[in-house]
């Protein structure tokens, strides 16, 4: 067995980021992001722009886009009306435009099949989570959803994975988060749990070949794939 086929073996439960490992929300963060701008008279901006700032929660994002025409000491100012206008547009459209990546049904039945339990965490507020999960299809899959207002600190934190270890009673080290980002190998580093990038998603506009992970695969199905492989 590999090294790599080493570091998987053992492990019980899966925990999988949403934005960009699950579901392209890009399209949806674009209409929302927009319709607030046009609101406080700001001009529209584009879909990479939007993904450099999604996977740190909705705050980050905001403030991030208010960045882009506010000095520091000015953006205080705008930045609840921001929010406010953010929410309400995002509600509206939560799920219209997103996707399903390819891969990602077939991954979490392969994960369910070979007994793993499996929670999403994402620092998507959670009232947005739920319902675009369930619009999705895929809420039936988790034992555990947490968004990134569930919990007193968010990912990169590893509060969010040591929670959902404390919850399956499991050690970190049976445990592995998948997701696109940095953001999510670093809270998975952080708890001690095993962590798998996927190369599709947003980290924050960098490439993934430079986030330390315990590896790169495809989609989920082949993380299932993976871990079924360490474990035979
Ligand atoms: O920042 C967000 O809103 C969501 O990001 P995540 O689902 O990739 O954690
Ligand atoms: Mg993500």
New binding site residues.
């Given amino acids: 067995m590999s090294a790599a086929h080493e570091l998987f073996r053992g492990i019980r439960a899966a925990i999988i ?5 699950m579901l392209d ?1 890009a399209p949806d ?1 674009l209409v929302a992001v927009n319709r607030m701008r046009d609101e406080l008279g700001l001009a529209p901006v584009g879909i990479d722009v939007i993904t450099r ?6 705050e ?2 905001v403030r991030s886009l208010l960045s882009l025409d506010y000095a520091p000491d000015e953006l205080d100012a705008h930045f609840d009306a921001a929010l406010a206008s953010y929410l309400r547009h995002y509600r509206e459209i939560n799920g219209l435009h997103a996707s399903i990546y390819p891969g990602v049904e077939e991954g979490l039945r392969h994960f369910a099949q070979l007994g793993l339990r499996l929670a999403c ?5 959670h009232d ?2 739920l319902p675009l999960l369930e619009r999705a299809g895929l809420r039936g899959h988790f034992e555990l959803l947490y968004g ?1 207002d569930s919990l007193p600190r ?2 990169p934190d590893p509060l969010p994975l040591l929670t959902v270890c404390a919850d399956f009673d499991l050690a970190p080290a049976q445990v592995v988060a998948i ?3 940095s ?2 190998a670093q809270a998975a580093r952080a708890a001690g749990c095993r962590v798998l990038n996927v190369p599709y ?2 980290n924050h506009g960098q490439p993934i070949q430079d986030v330390d992970s315990d590896g790169i695969v495809a989609t989920l199905f082949d993380a299932a794939l993976l871990i079924s492989a360490a474990n035979s």
């Fill in positions: 980021d949403l934005d960009g490992t929300t963060f700032f999604v996977g740190k929660g909705t980050h994002l965490v994402t620092n998507k507020p947005f989570a990134g968010k990912k997701g696109d980002s953001n999510d998603g947003y």
